[in-house]
Each structure stands twice: as structure tokens, then as C-alpha cells.
């Protein structure tokens, strides 16, 4: 199982509007079959950071997944609404779960 981490950093005056698309999204991707992904928010570091994580099975999974996301306008109708917002462009870790 593998863990993938995506952090968004707003321009300023952003965050809030920030953080109730990238929450949309996650219910979107839920409502197309996807799990939902947990959204953080940061107390430290860069001011109005988030960061979501979303588990997936494999990353096989995961990149079928993306393909499968880029054609759900459901879910692309947000994102076209979160990038304008984002001081750069979003950073994606990937993790393998270990126990």
C-alpha cells in the first residue's frame, strides 16, 4: 500500500477558498469511486499550507487512478478552480506503507 502526499501553498489571501475547493475535490473523487483523501492543514511552516494524503493499493492503482481523474469533469471542475490559487504549482510525495 502506498501513501500519496500532494502539499498546496496559496497565494496570499487565498487559503481559505483554497481549503474548501482542494475539501470539495477530495468529496468529488469520493463520489466517483475513489477514496477520499484526508486534508491537512499546516500549523508550521508556510502560511496557509495543505496537504492531503490518499491511500492506494498500488502504484499501479495510483496511476490508473490519475488517468481515470483527468476525465471526471466533476472533479476537473475544481481543480481548474484551485491552480489559479496556488503560489506554485502543488508537490506530490509518494510513500510505501511499511507495516
Sequence with gaps: MIAVRRTYLPK???GGKLAALV???GEAMEAAGFREPTVYK???GSHGVLQTEQLWESI??????????RMTPEITSIFDQIY???AET????????VD
Design 42 to 44: 499546516g500549523w508550521h
Design 84 to 86: 489559479p490559487l496556488l
Design 12 to 14: 496570499p489571501g487565498t
Design 23 to 25: 475539501s470539495q475535490a
Design 60 to 69: 499501479a492503482d495510483y496511476e490508473a487512478s490519475r488517468k481515470a481523474v
Design 90 to 97: 502543488h508537490t506530490t510525495d509518494i510513500f510505501e506503507i
